[in-house]
């Protein structure tokens, strides 16, 4: 039992003890988790109708072709048939584990090699291709000649070694044919980028620190950089993700686990978890709540702690839930703020008027009820 009790007094010549305790944390704790289990299983539900609602939409379906579209072309995405979606070649072959080390290196210096290629042929615009469209308009030579420096220096970084201080690569030159001349004889002398034979790095050394990175950081950051209207469409996507699929999710769950049961209840407007563990809400004239303050807590509750806790990585939660365990009537910050009292309704029930309480037979009394509040210990 707790030591925390509220009583209802009568007027002057005789007392009437309507006597709440305040029930124990541990019971209000779990009533929390119940009704917090409601809510997320609430919010997965509703999160995924209005995914499906929303990826029906012109707009979206628009955005999500578009999307497709440019990483199918970019080669440095791969179609998942499991998650069904176009997935970073990293990411890709992460979720696929049973690759080894060099056939994940082999993959992603494709689909970079194929990226390149794609930067080259936007450039190039050939006509009679699919590239001879005005969505690489922005694409120049200069776009190309960045990609391709980005690529090189990357490689040759100084950040870029393994344990033992060795480049993983490293410049050589090489004589070759002159493509421009008929006589065998003439050559020309090329630069280009190898492996280190002297790295002493692995495969998962040289996949981790370099293929993955590279993949995921530098050509999904310039497929974005570079193309508008891919850069549009995700944008898109995202803000039917966060103004439209979240915000309802998290709505109507909140509504339907901590406003709709309190209110069809009524008495005491407990939500699931506090009916099962026999906890009521009282004002401070210890009445059960009337639907406007009752809906004022609710508006304080969702505004001032769910939805401001994910602004604030939970900080109004915890404060909440800390003046939970340490005030002193063992209030949330939104009943502090309206003076309302969660009370143990094993032994008496709530009263929602004062009139109900004159024709309780349970209780003895001569006079209208007078409330007043106080605590005992």
Request: net charge neutral; aromatic share 14%.
């Amino acid at each position: 039992m707790a030591k925390e009790a509220l009583e209802a007094i009568t007027g002057d010549e005789k007392n009437i003890n309507i006597q709440y305790e305040i029930p124990a944390y541990h019971r209000r704790f779990i009533a929390a988790f119940i009704d917090l289990v409601i809510f997320f299983l609430l919010g997965i539900g509703c999160y995924i109708l209005t995914e499906l609602a929303t990826h029906a939409t012109p707009v979206y379906k628009h955005a999500d072709e578009l999307v497709a579209k440019y990483r199918e072309e970019s080669g440095v995405f791969r179609y998942s048939n499991s998650r069904k979606t176009w997935e970073n070649i990293s990411t890709y072959l992460d979720n696929n584990n049973d690759l080894g080390y060099p056939n994940r290196i082999s993959l992603c210096q494709t689909a970079i090699n194929d990226f390149n290629t794609y930067i080259y042929n936007a450039w190039q615009k050939e006509p009679g291709t699919k590239y001879d469209n005005k969505r690489f308009d922005n694409i120049t030579e200069a776009t190309y000649n960045f990609v391709i420096n980005d690529y090189n220096s990357s490689r040759l970084s100084d950040k870029l070694k393994d344990e033992y201080g060795n480049k993983l690569f490293i410049q050589v030159s090489e004589e070759i044919d002159d493509p421009d001349s008929d006589d065998p004889a003439d050559t020309i002398t090329v630069k280009k980028i190898i492996k280190n034979p002297d790295s002493k790095a692995s495969d998962k050394f040289y996949y981790t620190h370099f293929y993955r990175e590279y993949t995921l950081e530098h050509c999904g950051s310039f497929l974005i950089s570079f193309f508008p209207e891919y850069k549009g469409a995700l944008k898109t996507m995202s803000n039917f993700l966060f103004y439209i699929q979240i915000p309802v999710a998290i709505t109507v769950a909140s509504f339907l686990t901590y406003a709709f049961p309190p209110l069809v209840v009524g008495r005491g407007k407990p939500t699931i978890g506090m009916i099962i563990y026999h906890i009521g809400r009282v004002d401070s004239s210890v009445l059960s709540l009337k639907a406007g303050r009752f809906m004022a807590r609710y508006a304080i509750f969702f505004f001032g702690i769910i939805v401001l806790s994910l602004f604030t990585f939970g900080i109004p939660l915890l404060a909440s839930t800390t003046m939970m365990i340490f005030s002193k009537k063992k209030q949330s910050f939104p009943d502090y703020m309206l003076g309302i009292v969660e009370v143990d309704t094993n032994k008496n029930k709530i009263f929602k008027n004062k009139y109900e309480v004159s024709l309780d037979n349970s209780i003895d009394h001569k006079e209208a009820i007078d409330f007043k509040m106080s605590n005992r210990e």
